[in-house]
């Protein structure tokens, strides 16, 4: 199945995306599904929408801001298709849980907290 995200829809993403970095705050899932209202399947089009945005930010050699979203669960990491994306675009390599995967993701964090995205627009 194919999912797509409206325009309207993408640009609130990067916009949610924006103020979480400035803010230097992580998002669930959850929240940007809710934030974003967007359209059933849901959860398929954020993640849709986020491993497209990772592929544009390696492409334009950027740290990755779909790292700035996370589960709600106890690992605070993001989902497991996140590390396996990130590893397709050459990334990450590594198991999708555990320290190695932890520490990857809080040095990219870091990375898009002190990036300026509106640079080369």
Do not use: N
């Amino acid at each position: 199945m194919s999912v797509s995200i409206s325009r309207q829809h993408w640009q609130a993403l990067l916009d949610e995306l924006e103020d979480a970095r400035r803010q230097r705050h992580l998002l669930t899932y959850r929240a940007l599904v809710e934030r974003l209202a967007l359209p059933t399947p849901a959860m398929q089009t954020l993640t849709a929408a986020l491993e497209h945005l990772a592929s544009m930010d390696v492409k334009a050699e950027r740290p990755l801001r779909s790292a700035l979203v996370i589960s709600q669960g106890a690992s605070r990491l993001p989902r497991t298709g996140f590390f396996d994306c990130v590893t397709r675009l050459g990334r990450f390599s590594g198991a999708s849980d555990g320290v190695a995967a932890a520490s990857w993701h809080a040095a990219e964090v870091v990375r898009v907290f002190e990036f300026d995205y509106s640079e080369g627009l």
